[in-house]
C-alpha cells in the first residue's frame, strides 16, 4: 500500500491530493478569483496559495482521514508554471517532508494531467490532447516518453478564450472558460475568424488580435452579440484542435483519445471530439471537472507511478521551473 499526497499550484488553484493505490481519497482546491475583466497576476496568486496553504492541506487531512504517519512520499509540482506561484507551493511541500521525514518527488505537472486522465477514465494508450490556461499540446506515449505530436506556437486555448471573456467583462466565477461555454451555448450567428493549423502546430494569437479589435465595433452596431462571438470563437478554436488531435492519431493507429486540462470539461469541445473519434472507430475518454481542472491528486497520482516504479527526487534538487517540456521526462512506469 502506497499513499502519496501532491501539492499543485502552478497557476490560480491551490490543489492538495491524496491517493492511495488509484484511490482518490481527497482532492480540495481553492481558486484565486479575479474581478471581472482582470487576469491573474503571479505575485497575487502566490499570495492567495500562501495564506490558503494550511487550511487546504488540513482540509485534505481531514477528509481523507488520513494522518502524516501513514503517508508515504509528497509529491509537489516542479513546473511547467508561473514562477512564484510555484514556489510557494513547493516551499509548503518541501516543509511537511522535513517534518514529517518523508520522501519528495517533483512532478511534471502536464503528466499529472495524463495519469489522472489515464486513472479515471480507465484509458489505456490514448492520444491526449492536453488544453488549458497555460498550455495546449497533442501527445502520445512512444519509448520511454510522452512525445508531444502538435502544440500551440504562442498563447494556450485556454489563455485565448480567459482573454477573449476579459473584453467581454465576463466573471471569472467559476473561471472565464465556463462563462464563455454558457454563452456560446446561445450563439447562432457565425463570425469567420482567422484559422491557424501550421502542420500539426496551432497559433491562436493573431485569432484573438482579430477578435479583440473587432468586438467593440461588432456589438455596437448590433451585428453580433456576444453569445455569437463566443459560439464564433469555441468552434473555431474547437475545430483546430480536432483537427491536429486527429492527425496524431492517424499517425499513431491510435483506437482512444482522451481530453485533459482545464478546458477538457467543456462540453462542446468532448462533442466535437466524439464526433470525430466515432468517425475513425476510436473512444472518447474525458473527466468532469473534478478531475481535469487543475487538483492536488493528479499529482499525487502522478507521484505514486514514479515513486512505485523507483523515483525519489533529493531534497537539494527540489526547485522549481517554470518552463518543463513533458517529453523532458523519462517515463518509468509504463512499458
Ligand atoms: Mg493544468
Not at 478546458?263 to 471530439?273: D, E, F, S, T
Not at 497520482?301 to 523507483?310: D, L, V
Amino acid at each position: 500500500m502506497v499513499v502519496v499526497i501532491g501539492f499543485e499550484g502552478s497557476a490560480n488553484k491551490l490543489g492538495v491530493g491524496i491517493v492511495k493505490d488509484g484511490v482518490v481519497l481527497s482532492n480540495p482546491r481553492h481558486t484565486y478569483i479575479t474581478p471581472p475583466g482582470q487576469g491573474f497576476l503571479p505575485k497575487d496568486t502566490a499570495k492567495h496559495h500562501r495564506e490558503h496553504a494550511l487550511d487546504v492541506l488540513q482540509k485534505a487531512l481531514d477528509e481523507a482521514n488520513i494522518s502524516p504517519e501513514q503517508i508515504d512520499v509528497i509529491a509537489y509540482t516542479k513546473g511547467p508554471g508561473m514562477g512564484a506561484p510555484l514556489v510557494s507551493t513547493a516551499i509548503v511541500a518541501r516543509t511537511v517532508a522535513q517534518l514529517w521525514r518523508k520522501p519528495i518527488i517533483a512532478v511534471n505537472h502536464c503528466i499529472g494531467h495524463i495519469e489522472m486522465g489515464r486513472l479515471v477514465t480507465g484509458a489505456v494508450n490514448p492520444t491526449v490532447l492536453y488544453v488549458s490556461g497555460g498550455n495546449t499540446q497533442v501527445i502520445a506515449y512512444s519509448q520511454r516518453r510522452y512525445r508531444i505530436f502538435g502544440e500551440t506556437i504562442d498563447i494556450a486555448v485556454g489563455n485565448c478564450l480567459d482573454r477573449f471573456a476579459r473584453v467581454l467583462k465576463l466573471s471569472n466565477d467559476p473561471s472565464p472558460g465556463y462563462n464563455i461555454e454558457q454563452l456560446a451555448k446561445k450563439g447562432k450567428k457565425f463570425l469567420e475568424l482567422p484559422y491557424v493549423v501550421k502542420g500539426m502546430d496551432v497559433s491562436f494569437s493573431g485569432l484573438l488580435s482579430f477578435i479583440e479589435e473587432r468586438a467593440p465595433q461588432l456589438l455596437d452596431k448590433g451585428d453580433y452579440s456576444p453569445e455569437d462571438l463566443c459560439f464564433s470563437l469555441q468552434e473555431t478554436v474547437f475545430a483546430m484542435l480536432i483537427e491536429i488531435t486527429e492527425r496524431a492519431m492517424a499517425h499513431c493507429g491510435s483506437e482512444e483519445v482522451l481530453i485533459v486540462g482545464g478546458v477538457g470539461c467543456n462540453k462542446r469541445l468532448q462533442a466535437m471530439m466524439e464526433v470525430m473519434a466515432k468517425e475513425r472507430g476510436a473512444k472518447l475518454y474525458a473527466t468532469d471537472e473534478r478531475f481535469c481542472i487543475d487538483n492536488g491528486a493528479m499529482i499525487a497520482q502522478a507521484g505514486w507511478e514514479m515513486f512505485c516504479s523507483g523515483q525519489t527526487t533529493p531534497l537539494k534538487e527540489t526547485s522549481c521551473t517554470q518552463r518543463f517540456r513533458t517529453d523532458e521526462v523519462e517515463v518509468t512506469w509504463r512499458s
